[in-house]
């Protein structure tokens, strides 16, 4: 069976949406694809709850929002179900490298929280990036993930990693 390299974006355009997402992912709301036996092994990368992950978001957001600015991109990255079965160290790894590729993207400050999951069948990464441009400081979502033919390159990229 093939192994490929999975990379998911979604765009979250409030602070409700930000705040919905991050409940699941920090388990602060009924999660029934998790086991809770094994949430504690999940890592926590920066801000250990949904109020401290707001908290960070809420900072990292510029003074003026547009109404219809995109204010966070979570990514989730993973594998084939699979792909690192019986193989936790690579698996470390490939999450590790993932979570450096999108701090290298949107850089490190940008990314406000990054979750390792280790409680569901396939683990996986889950990370919050307000999309500021580096060269303005504005919210500028399509800089980063752009239109089909950048999502397209933005996951060849990625699957190089």
């Not at 388990?27 to 890592?43: G, H, L």
């Not at 594998?79 to 698996?91: M, T, V, Y």
Request: charged content about 30%; proline content about 6%.
């Amino acid at each position: 069976m093939s192994n490929f390299a999975i990379l998911r974006v979604q765009k979250l355009k409030s602070p409700k949406s930000v705040r919905s997402s991050m409940k699941h992912a920090y388990r602060e709301q009924d999660t029934p694809n998790a086991d809770a036996t094994r949430t504690p092994d999940n890592d926590l990368i920066g801000p250990q709850n949904v109020k401290q992950g707001m908290a960070a978001f809420e900072k990292a957001l510029p003074e003026k929002i547009r109404k219809n600015a995109v204010q966070c991109i979570e990514y989730l990255i993973t594998s084939s179900p699979g792909a690192f079965e019986n193989r936790e160290a690579d698996q470390e790894a490939y999450l590790n490298e993932a979570l450096r590729w999108i701090q290298e993207r949107h850089g490190k400050d940008n990314v406000i929280a990054a979750i390792i999951h280790r409680d569901e069948k396939t683990p996986h990464l889950s990370a919050y990036v307000v999309p500021k441009d580096p060269d303005t400081g504005r919210l500028n979502c399509r800089r980063f993930l752009g239109g089909a033919k950048a999502l397209n390159e933005m996951q060849t990229d990625f699957a190089r990693v």
